[in-house]
């Protein structure tokens, strides 16, 4: 297989100059810029990867850690770094939790593993990594960027949201609409964004003068059978409600499916309220109100910021961006409710014949 040097010699020119041409990078005059491209044509030349990591040494690689591999959530963001990442000429590896051990390991481990493959940084999504993990990852904890979550020692390389006011601004959509008895299905409460999204719907309601101290919780893993699974239980418990928080968009899709099996009208029995507006929310039927979190913007300003450690760029870099709700048709004013709309979805008993008398 030939290489960059045998292109040079061909060519008759320097290293540098042949590699500045297979680059696209560099001055380089007329002429020899024509006797490089016909070497490469001649030689059936194509760069490796790892060549041109030893070569100008990088990578051209990010690495992308998330706590798993499923739902549409991570699947949006990924295509957003990756398109940002091929306009910049570079590329993504991922890793992923395999749910199989302890998330916080998990997430050592696979940024480490990200890191040893020699990517020229790395973008951490909502993991359960701690401040004094990061220490684990040498001088690689300079080229670092958190999506979604928040180090007090890197707060410049971190991008993310005020969840407790997503929460506030959830259960201000549900009151808005009279909506008072009211059941949450919450995320895995080892995950802070989670733990802050519910504090925030809690701390809304209680200054609207309910108690939340009865209100009906339920922990699930943010998936669509997590959300199918606890409205089956939350149904089967009898509690009285008329709308319903969940603390991720997925688990508010199973959690009408579950609804819509039982017979139960979304929204003219129950309203159902998501959170972070993930793009299959649009299309749910019916479609899902979400707490909107600008991931686009959050993501696009995140690689940018991880490009300029990287390369020393200035490209503009924004750390600000404010949460809202995305009103659709799951959200309306009280209805039946549930168990009353549960009751109602039973099909009547059928009516009892009177015995003919003989004769």
Same mark, same amino acid.
């Given at each position: 297989?030939?290489?960059?040097?045998?292109?040079?010699?061909?060519?008759?020119?320097?290293?540098? =100059?042949?590699?500045?041409?297979?680059?696209?990078?560099?001055?380089?005059?007329?002429?020899?810029?024509?006797?490089?491209?016909?070497?490469?044509?001649?030689?059936?030349?194509?760069?490796?990867?790892?060549?041109?990591?030893?070569?100008?040494?990088?990578?051209?690689?990010?690495?992308?850690?998330?706590?798993?591999?499923?739902?549409?959530?991570?699947?949006?963001?990924?295509?957003?770094?990756?398109?940002?990442?091929?306009?910049?000429?570079?590329?993504?590896?991922? #890793?992923?939790?395999?749910?199989?051990?302890?998330?916080?390991?998990?997430? $050592?481990?696979?940024?480490?593993?990200?890191?040893?493959?020699?990517?020229?940084?790395?973008?951490?999504?909502?993991?359960?990594?701690?401040?004094?993990?990061?220490?684990?990852?040498?001088?690689?904890?300079?080229?670092?960027?958190?999506?979604?979550?928040?180090?007090?020692?890197?707060?410049?390389?971190?991008?993310?949201?005020?969840?407790?006011?997503?929460?506030?601004?959830?259960?201000?959509?549900?009151?808005?609409?009279?909506?008072?008895?009211?059941?949450?299905?919450?995320?895995? /409460?080892?995950?802070?964004?989670?733990?802050?999204?519910?504090?925030?719907?809690?701390?809304?309601?209680?200054?609207?003068? $309910?108690?939340?101290?009865?209100? /009906?919780?339920?922990?699930?893993?943010?998936?669509?059978?997590?959300? /199918?699974?606890?409205?089956?239980?939350?149904?089967?418990?009898?509690?009285?409600?008329?709308?319903?928080?969940?603390?991720?968009?997925?688990?508010?899709?199973?959690?009408?499916?579950?609804?819509?099996?039982?017979?139960?009208?979304?929204?003219?029995?129950?309203?159902? $309220?998501?959170?972070?507006?993930?793009?299959?929310?649009?299309?749910?039927?019916?479609?899902? =109100?979400?707490?909107?979190?600008? /991931?686009?913007?959050?993501?696009?300003?995140?690689?940018?910021?991880?490009?300029?450690?990287?390369?020393?760029?200035?490209?503009?870099?924004?750390?600000?961006?404010?949460?809202?709700?995305?009103?659709?048709?799951?959200?309306?004013?009280?209805?039946?409710?549930?168990?009353?709309?549960?009751? #109602?979805?039973?099909?009547?008993?059928?009516?009892?014949?009177?015995?003919?008398?003989?004769?």
């Amino acid at each position: 297989m030939p290489t960059i040097k045998d292109v040079a010699r061909l060519a008759g020119v320097g290293l540098g =100059t042949a590699s500045r041409v297979v680059r696209g990078k560099g001055s380089v005059s007329p002429a020899k810029l024509e006797r490089v491209k016909q070497a490469v044509e001649e030689l059936g030349y194509r760069p490796s990867h790892a060549a041109r990591s030893l070569l100008y040494g990088t990578s051209r690689m990010i690495g992308v850690y998330i706590p798993m591999l499923s739902g549409t959530f991570y699947t949006a963001i990924l295509k957003i770094v990756d398109a940002e990442l091929r306009a910049a000429g570079l590329h993504m590896m991922i #890793a992923f939790g395999a749910g199989k051990g302890e998330a916080r390991q998990e997430a $050592i481990d696979g940024v480490s593993q990200l890191i040893a493959r020699g990517c020229d940084g790395v973008i951490v999504l909502t993991s359960p990594l701690e401040e004094a993990d990061l220490a684990l990852f040498g001088a690689r904890r300079e080229r670092l960027v958190a999506l979604n979550y928040g180090f007090d020692s890197i707060p410049e390389q971190c991008f993310t949201v005020d969840h407790v006011q997503g929460g506030r601004l959830a259960a201000r959509a549900l009151l808005d609409q009279g909506h008072r008895e009211i059941a949450v299905i919450a995320g895995p /409460w080892k995950v802070q964004d989670n733990v802050d999204r519910i504090e925030g719907f809690m701390r809304e309601l209680e200054d609207a003068g $309910i108690d939340t101290a009865g209100m /009906w919780v339920a922990e699930r893993d943010f998936s669509s059978a997590g959300g /199918w699974s606890a409205a089956h239980e939350l149904l089967a418990s009898k509690t009285r409600f008329t709308a319903l928080f969940c603390a991720n968009d997925e688990m508010a899709l199973g959690a009408m499916s579950c609804f819509h099996e039982a017979g139960i009208h979304v929204p003219r029995e129950v309203s159902v $309220i998501g959170y972070d507006d993930a793009p299959s929310a649009a299309f749910s039927a019916p479609r899902l =109100t979400s707490v909107r979190i600008p /991931w686009r913007e959050m993501t696009h300003n995140g690689v940018a910021a991880l490009l300029n450690l990287c390369d020393g760029g200035r490209r503009p870099v924004v750390r600000s961006f404010p949460v809202s709700v995305t009103v659709r048709a799951s959200l309306g004013p009280p209805g039946a409710g549930v168990p009353s709309a549960a009751e #109602a979805a039973r099909p009547p008993a059928s009516p009892r014949r009177k015995a003919r008398a003989p004769g």
